[in-house]
């Protein structure tokens, strides 16, 4: 079975900080990566994902992620973060399901 | 509204009772899936459905009984609730399972005292 880790557990920064946030997971085929966030009282979202190709992917509001395949890793970064990203954030591996990290909380202080 | 949903949003129950969180979704996504969120555990898949009459066990199963005799709903049943079963429960749906991705509903915030 799949394994993923997110090296935070909680990141607190200031707006316009930079933000990066670690992702590994233990399966050394083919995978399928997903970065979801949750805001606060809202049900997840998909902010990006990695299926194939280039390995620097863009998603929505500004964040990206980078699949670094002899790493094993799945990093999440956004150049400089803002109040309303302050969410959790969970990094999701695929084989036929989905296997989550146990989440990284960030918050993001005006 | 199309989308995916669940009820109820919130459930107090005592141990020992039975209950069911109800999960429909309009997009006739053949996949659907059950997880529950806890702190430090991210969220944990309990089952899974690939279409109607068709089911399997997660991460998670054990305490947990699912049906799914349409293609719109998935309905999750604690049998006998335990106080460990508190917790937040989402549904899922995607169109195949693999490369799609998930869709998720609001989540239901169970507690069993």
């Known amino acids: 079975a799949q394994s993923v880790s997110q090296h935070n557990h909680h990141v607190i920064l200031s707006e316009a900080a930079s933000l990066e946030l670690g992702c590994n997971y233990s399966?050394?085929?083919?995978?399928?990566l997903f970065w979801y966030v949750q805001y606060p009282g809202q049900h997840l979202q998909l902010l990006l994902k990695y299926f194939s190709g280039d390995p620097l992917v863009k998603g929505i509001k500004g964040f990206e992620a980078e699949f670094i395949k002899s790493k094993f890793s799945f990093n999440l970064r956004k150049p400089s973060v803002q109040w309303s990203d302050t969410a959790e954030y969970f990094c999701a591996v695929v084989d036929y399901k989905l296997s989550f990290g146990a989440g990284t909380t960030v918050t993001v202080r005006a | 509204d199309a989308g995916i949903t669940q009820s109820p949003r919130y459930k107090i129950t005592e141990t020992g009772r039975q209950v069911t969180l109800m999960c429909h979704q309009t997009?006739?996504?053949?996949?659907m899936f059950w997880y529950r969120q806890d702190l430090g555990h991210g969220l944990r898949l309990i089952y899974y459905?690939?279409?109607?009459?068709?089911?399997d066990k997660g991460e998670v199963p054990d305490g947990y009984v699912v049906s799914r005799s349409k293609t719109e709903n998935f309905p999750l049943t604690l049998e006998s609730a335990t106080r460990s079963q508190t917790s937040v429960y989402f549904c899922?749906?995607?169109?195949?399972?693999?490369?799609?991705?998930?869709?998720f509903g609001p989540g239901t915030r169970l507690t069993v005292t």
């Open positions: 997009w006739s996504h053949s996949y």
């Open positions: 399966y050394g085929g083919t995978v399928n």
């Open positions: 899922a749906s995607s169109v195949l399972s693999g490369t799609y991705e998930q869709y």
């Open positions: 459905s690939a279409a109607a009459d068709i089911t």
